[in-house]
């Protein structure tokens, strides 16, 4: 009853230093504000935290510090550790009472964290080959680096750390791999370190693990059974969002990455629930969008990431369960583009099969919207790059064993392509007369076996690039997969009027001809095919069928074990055997 | 009520800072008058600055354009660390590494900061050439408040008020509330 009837500042003008704010920073705010932290000064001492004593009390009222945007009672995440408000409410009340120092001998140690690798040693560290320089510009700037990957086998990973190497200018990162040459090519392209730009779709989260970075994030290791595969040839592929600091700045980040000596055991998938037929009308302060996918199986929910760029304001995740229960398990009212943590759970949450997952994120795209990066505002579209706008909700999920797995990925990776097109059809609304976007949609609709809407997309390149013999053997491969053969090799006779020695088009040409029975000329453009590729054995097989078709069993063996011997797909090489097997009883 | 009572003050303050800014030095240590008025300067916009103010230092590019643009026009920008830690070789390294090609003073016993009542780094002061201050406050409205940001500024009053300045108009909002590092923290 006594300390109560104290005049308040009484009890603030106690408020010291060392006996109550170093604890209070040394454990909330150091891990990040320290000499070599990836925040922008260091609040290690008292000299330090007191110059910025009233700053601190304003971002800590604001809960802009320490960053954490999901609503405290959603779910337990790692790292989810906020000020208290009576932690907060001492932080006020010091600066407000001149920030003393207290007495220097109650002062606590401060965290001793390594100066390294948070993780420790990592078995490789990699870079990229150059520093970009990051000119002194007003606006943020966005960067994609294709890095190497030194590995000569196939390499298990248990996880990656990442040091920004500039600090002041490096906000956080996506960072993904790409087993395949195409965000090397875009890097190669572009002079400087680096490009800007779009990630390729090949380039992936690694077998459903989420790898980025945010300032204050270090994800931890996961166990070697859920370890992800890395192949030798991959890239790791970081894009950085860059803010000026005002100067010219040097950025090199490293990544460490961590091993495991055997294969995983387990391997979890991620989901992508959102739209990509986002289309808000300038000034509309209420745009929602919404998705849901109801789980095949029994899955456990890891961990959950928010996709969205400046518009967005409101954030929602919900599982609604079999029993008719629910609960959200994303929530962030206050979106901001610049802290996109990856939310890993403490303890999973037990999906059962059934369960639908959804997601509802809301926009304003308004003038009202202080993030709006266009006023007056415009309209705005679908896109990857910061000024479209986007809405993912990322749910890493592990299925029970690798035949739920198989099932519910399968399931996924068709849902997410039907949305990977729907996103295409959008940046088309925009741009109806990009061909690369017609020509990457109609792959879309092939792999989802949609092939009239292929057609219709391979038919647009052609008409924006009639020249392009590529562009016409491309109509004219939907076109066979879609049964149109008198179709098909009018677009392959006209891919090769463009260019006469074009092997795929001679060689589909001829495999069309065959299927219409017309041997004799589809021998022609066989051989012509493998006269241009002997090293192609899909051209050798076509030849060795046309043979055995026009009757000559001993040249189209012949000529399948050419095939033989070079490598191909699983599939392509079993059927090839088993044909040369037919050849062998047919033969007179 | 509060803006006229601080209007009040500014412009009684600003009679005795146009008399002796006796502890204003530049980096040699040499006392100077930043606001002695040349013939043809119009105003003299001090900009209060720290080394080691992220907002402030993001800063750079926006002021050092504005000063080009304005300096032909008769009106005169000048750097001003107020906070003692900022000594004339680290004050030398910061101009370096930020580009920064103005005059350059420290005033480390806050002479400038008391008349004109800034707050925080960065902040602007728009002195007329009889010394009285036409404006104080942000330069733009890029910064809301800490962790809330514009992508682009929609209001860029400091040119707006220069702007007024050159054609010889009142400036229309003379106050305004600046975003950044907080002063009585530091040179306390």
């Given at each position: 009853m006594l300390h109560l009837s104290r005049p308040p500042d009484a009890a603030a003008q106690e408020v010291t230093f060392t006996r109550d704010i170093a604890p209070i920073v040394f454990k909330s705010?150091?891990?990040?504000?320290?000499?070599?932290?990836?925040?922008?000064?260091?609040?290690?001492?008292y000299d330090e935290v007191r110059r910025r004593a009233t700053q601190i009390a304003t971002v800590t009222k604001s809960r802009f510090m320490p960053p954490w945007k999901v609503e405290p009672r959603v779910s337990h995440f790692v790292g989810q550790d906020p000020l208290t408000d009576a932690q907060i409410a001492s932080l006020a009340a010091w600066a407000t009472n001149g920030a003393p120092q207290g007495d220097p001998a109650a002062l606590p140690p401060v965290p001793q964290l390594p100066a390294g690798w948070l993780l420790g040693q990592p078995d490789l560290i990699v870079k990229p080959t150059k520093a970009f320089t990051l000119q002194a510009q007003p606006t943020d700037a966005f960067r994609i680096f294709a890095i190497r990957l030194p590995v000569t086998k196939r390499t298990y990973v248990r996880g990656i750390e990442f040091h920004p190497g500039n600090a002041r200018v490096v906000h956080h990162a996506n960072i993904r791999i790409d087993r395949t040459p195409a965000t090397r090519q875009l890097d190669d392209a572009d002079p400087l370190p680096g490009y800007d730009g779009l990630m390729p779709r090949s380039a992936e989260y690694p077998d459903g693990h989420f790898v980025g970075w945010t300032p204050g994030q270090v994800a931890p290791l996961v166990g070697p059974d859920l370890a992800w595969t890395l192949e030798p040839g991959s890239d790791l592929v970081v894009q950085l969002h860059l803010q000026p600091s005002g100067a010219v700045e040097e950025v090199l980040p490293e990544i460490g990455l961590y091993f495991s000596n055997r294969p995983p055991t387990r391997t979890p998938t991620i989901l992508r629930l959102g739209s990509q037929s986002i289309e808000i009308p300038p000034g509309d302060a209420r745009y929602v969008i919404r998705d849901a996918y109801t789980l095949p199986v029994d899955a456990d929910l890891l961990a959950i990431q928010p996709h969205a760029h400046y518009r967005a304001r409101e954030i929602r995740g919900m599982a609604l369960f079999p029993d008719g229960t629910s609960r959200l398990v994303m929530h962030i009212?206050?979106?901001?583009?610049?802290?996109?943590h990856v939310y890993r759970e403490v303890t999973p949450i037990p999906l059962p099969k059934g369960t639908r997952l959804s997601m509802e994120y809301t926009y304003d795209n308004s003038a009202e919207n202080v993030r709006n990066p266009q006023l007056p505002p415009a309209k705005v579209y679908w896109g990857q790059r910061s000024n479209d706008e986007m809405g993912d909700l990322w749910f890493q999920l592990l299925a029970t064993n690798d035949r739920d797995r198989e099932l519910m990925r399968e399931q996924i990776t068709t849902k997410m392509t039907v949305e990977d097109i729907a996103g295409y059809e959008t940046m088309l609304r925009v741009d109806p007369r990009d061909a690369e976007l017609h020509d990457d949609v109609a792959l879309l609709y092939m792999s989802v076996g949609q092939m009239p809407q292929a057609v219709r997309h391979f038919e647009a390149s052609v008409a924006l690039k009639p020249d392009s013999a590529a562009a016409h053997f491309n109509l004219g491969t939907v076109l066979a997969q879609a049964g149109r053969l008198d179709d098909a090799t009018a677009a392959f006779r006209a891919a090769l009027a463009r260019r006469r020695d074009y092997a795929l088009a001679h060689n589909n040409l001829g495999q069309v001809l065959l299927a219409q029975g017309k041997t004799g000329e589809a021998l022609k453009h066989l051989q012509e095919a493998v006269r241009l590729d002997e090293a192609n054995p899909q051209a050798l097989f076509g030849l060795a069928e046309a043979y055995a078709a026009s009757g000559s069993f001993d040249l189209a063996i012949e000529t399948i074990d050419r095939a033989i011997k070079l490598p191909m797909p699983q599939a392509l090489a079993t059927r090839v055997v088993a044909r040369r097997d037919e050849y062998l009883r047919r033969r007179p | 009520m509060l803006p006229h009572l601080g209007l009040a003050v500014l412009l009684a303050a600003a009679h005795l800072l146009a008399a002796v800014?006796?502890?204003?030095?530049d980096l040699n240590g040499r006392p100077v008058n930043p606001l002695a008025s040349g013939r043809d300067r119009v105003a003299t916009v001090l900009v209060f600055t720290t080394t080691d103010c992220p907002i402030s230092n993001r800063y750079a590019p926006e002021i050092q354009s504005l000063a080009a643009k304005f300096q032909t026009q008769g009106i005169g920008f000048t750097l001003v660390y107020p906070v003692s830690t900022d000594t004339p070789g680290v004050i030398r390294e910061h101009v370096k590494k930020f580009g920064y090609a103005l005059p350059v003073v420290r005033d480390t016993a806050q002479e400038l900061v008391k008349h004109t009542g800034v707050r925080v780094t960065p902040e602007v002061a728009v002195i007329g050439a009889g010394g009285q201050v036409l404006y104080r406050g942000?330069?733009?409205?890029?910064?809301?408040?800490f962790g809330k940001d514009r992508p682009q500024p929609t209001e860029r009053t400091l040119e707006r008020a220069l702007e007024a300045v050159r054609q010889g108009q009142p400036v229309a909002v003379r106050e305004t509330q600046a975003v950044g590092c907080f002063l009585p923290d530091l040179i306390r």
């Open positions: 705010c150091v891990s990040c504000h320290r000499q070599g932290g990836p925040a922008p000064f260091s609040l290690t001492t009212t206050d979106w901001d583009f610049r802290w996109q | 800014p006796a502890r204003v030095l942000r330069i733009d409205d890029r910064h809301i408040d």
